[in-house]
């Protein structure tokens, strides 16, 4: 029986690249390692099929197959949220059923950009859950830098009262912070069952984010063991620690928030850690030139300098930094 995903979701649970050879095939035998280190850093699951991990350009088949293979190499180690939102609606819910057949233990799903009102965000989430049976957990991604879809927090806790799939409202509204207390002073005032929230957006803000009431991130960076610790110490209530390490990071996180370059980044940095082959995007997709290496060194060795001086290397887990 497949562990479901559920509102006690807590933690970091890092959106995994899809590492391609040179030929722009899917390596599996990087995707393998880079399953074993989320293993070893300790997350408590792994989002496949989001935009990080270049799933508009998977078909089907080769996201049903990737989705199987991790499933296989966790063994029930941690959990499998899959990114379902590239799917257009007719076909929904055979992609949602297949991979959930395949181990899945919940889909993040966006509201479609096509939405022009807080009514039809609604329908479409009930919608969705009639379709894909009230069993699949859902990781609503409120993301509307990319969607165009904006949603108060009053309407989320309508869709979250009249969608019991919904487990996990993962928060991307840039600067929107008071959204975080809002959701959780409606919890408190009764008015809405409890959900998980994480957060994306790189954890820019995770730090405010987790002071507000959020459990944890869901985001990709190419040093997700740091952030596992920054939730550690926040949750053992050590917050000025928390703070502390994110900073000797923040430059890095910063570099790596970069609209449209910022795969090619993290791709790069994965590959210097020997965790995948090569940091080959699937075209078309953005590769590095000789100033993005040397930029990217310059960053790595102050990153290096930082952690060494606050007596911190020891939360980098067994990878280099090159």
């Given at each position: 029986?497949?562990?479901?995903?559920?509102?006690?979701?807590?933690?970091?649970?890092?959106?995994?690249?899809?590492?391609?050879?040179?030929?722009?095939?899917?390596?599996?035998?990087?995707?393998?390692?880079?399953?074993?280190?989320?293993?070893?850093?300790?997350?408590?699951?792994?989002?496949?099929?989001?935009?990080?991990?270049?799933?508009?350009k998977l078909s089907k088949e080769e996201s049903?197959?990737?989705?199987?293979?991790?499933?296989?190499?966790?063994?029930?180690?941690?959990?499998?949220?899959?990114?379902?939102?590239?799917?257009?609606?007719?076909?929904?819910?055979?992609?949602?059923a297949a991979l959930m057949d395949e181990g899945a233990s919940g889909i993040m799903v966006a509201p479609a950009s096509s939405l022009k009102s807080e009514d039809q965000v609604l329908a479409f989430f009930e919608a969705i859950a009639a379709r894909i049976g009230e069993h699949v957990p859902i990781a609503l991604q409120d993301y509307p830098q990319s969607t165009g879809v904006y949603i108060s927090a009053e309407t989320l806790g309508l869709i979250i009262e009249r969608v019991p799939n919904i487990q996990i409202l993962k928060h991307e509204e840039g600067a929107a912070l008071r959204k975080i207390t809002r959701m959780r002073a409606q919890e408190e005032g009764g008015r809405r069952r409890r959900v998980s929230i994480l957060v994306g957006n790189s954890g820019l803000h995770l730090l405010q984010e987790l002071a507000r009431g959020a459990d944890g991130a869901n985001t990709g960076v190419a040093f997700p063991e740091v952030l596992v610790e920054i939730c550690n110490r926040f949750f053992a209530g050590n917050a000025e620690g928390a703070e502390d390490l994110y900073d000797i990071f923040l430059p890095l996180i910063r570099h790596e928030w970069q609209v449209g370059f910022g795969l090619a980044i993290r791709k790069e940095i994965f590959r210097r850690r020997g965790l995948i082959a090569t940091a080959a995007t699937r075209a078309p997709g953005p590769s590095f030139d000789r100033d993005d290496h040397a930029e990217l060194s310059g960053l790595l060795a102050r990153l290096r300098r930082r952690l060494e001086e606050a007596g911190e290397t020891g939360v980098i887990q067994s990878y280099r930094i090159n």
């Open positions: 029986m497949t562990d479901l995903v559920n509102s006690t979701a807590r933690g970091l649970y890092p959106i995994s690249v899809t590492p391609f050879h040179d030929n722009g095939s899917i390596d599996l035998s990087s995707m393998d390692r880079l399953v074993d280190f989320f293993l070893e850093i300790g997350v408590p699951g792994i989002t496949l099929l989001g935009l990080m991990g270049e799933a508009n049903i197959s990737l989705v199987r293979r991790v499933v296989r190499r966790l063994e029930g180690r941690a959990q499998v949220i899959t990114g379902v939102s590239q799917a257009g609606f007719n076909e929904f819910a055979s992609f949602t």
